[in-house]
């Protein structure tokens, strides 16, 4: 099947591509092809347009002229789509599950700039049912829940925000405070549109579906299991398959092509724009992330960015000074704000894993090559990108932190004259760890062996 293609761009917009559009064109009449019902072709038409928008969008955008950026939009593009499989069309609410591999392992799925700290959970609940989730807590730092409208309700995605504007959400909710805990460290949580007695997760009616996020706070990669989850619909209904029907079928694949569009629209470039914007336009100059609750910030975070831009013989010194809340961590992405793969790049340190100073500030230096230091961020490859900062819980503010352009040689001047030496096979030995760490908090090494050294 010839599939159409989009005319020429009518505009460039520099707000994550939110200025470019597609020609107005006469729709043509998709052919079904071999026994494809006409409804099936004609939403995967549907599908295809949405895909070729997106697509116009990226391409079409300013920072895809500079080569390194280009280079990253394909898999960016690709890793979207995987997204929306995992998150609408693989989902069913009747048979409730938490998506939490696919959702942010490494190499896996890095589009949504998630913590490398933490272990998400996800997953598609409906606000017409009753769901109970059990857990227990294990050693995790802490457990947060934030629901929402769904992702992929509306179309424009601006109408998913506003939704929640109107419902006051999303909804955020910790373990240990707004949900109680027993002294074992298991709960019970309800989640529905209706009151409830106890643990109560509220969701709203005005809502198609429910988007939930946990976030599972892990500071000590080695040693620390992941919160143990599970979600039940408490409802009774009528047996059936967990099949879709053909019409079920292409209500989620309208979703999944809203859901993206979200993800480009309100993530991706438009957070790291908005950020630039936000430090005057400055690159290497960290700024609060202010964003509408709307869009999914947690209120129970505070994360500082800054949009770097460095040579390969150049490095940022990070400095800042304690802020002392029960998690802090500093993580790198990519233009797209994709994760820098923290397993086999040091790309990210929280407090447990970076070294503090004599005079109780820290020291980051990012850079593309060794500096031999131990808070060293590693760029792996990517001059350009983001570099957020995240709290969670915060006892107190602190000041925004600092960072200063060097040329790589001269790093150590500009650090405490104590800062160690990090040779390569110490660097080598903390990687492997840390690798191993990683692999543990997905599945892939047992807990209840020793890692190897």
Known sequence: MQLRRRDALAGLGMMGGAGIAAAPQTALAAAPVGNMSPAFASALQAYNDKLQAIQAKIW????????????????????????????????????????????????????????????????????????????????????????????????????????????????????GEEFKVGPDGAFEIIASSKPQPGNWMRMNEAWPMAHLTIRNGILDWSNDRPAWLDVQLVDPVPRRTLDYTEAELIQRMERAGRYIDYYYSYFANYLVESQLKMAGGQFNTFAVQHMPKSFGQTQKGRPQNMVYDIADDEALVVEHEDPGPLYWGFQLADRYARGTDPAYFQSSLNAKQARKDADGRYRMVVANHDPGVPNWLDTAGRLTGILRIRQYHQVKDVATPTAMKVKLADVRKHLPADTPRVTPAERAAVMDIRRQGILRRFGHLPYDEPLLG
């Not at 997204?83 to 959702?103: D, H, I, T």
């Not at 059990?134 to 934030?146: C, I, P, T, V």
Request: glycine residues 6%; contains cysteine.
């Open 60 to 175: 079409g955008h300013p920072w895809t002229q500079r080569s390194d950026v280009n280079r990253l939009s394909g898999a960016y593009y690709m890793e979207l789509i995987g997204q929306a499989w995992m998150m609408v069309l693989s989902q069913n609410e009747l048979f409730p599950k938490f998506v939490s591999n696919e959702y942010c392992e490494p190499q896996l799925a890095n589009v949504l700039f998630m913590c490398p700290d933490f272990k998400y959970f996800g997953g598609s609940l409906d606000p017409k049912h009753t769901y109970r989730i059990r857990g227990r807590m294990r050693e995790s730092a802490f457990l947060d829940f934030s629901v929402s409208c769904d992702l992929g309700a509306f179309d424009p995605p601006e109408r998913v925000a506003q939704v929640n504007v109107e419902t006051d959400a999303p909804y955020y909710y910790a373990v």
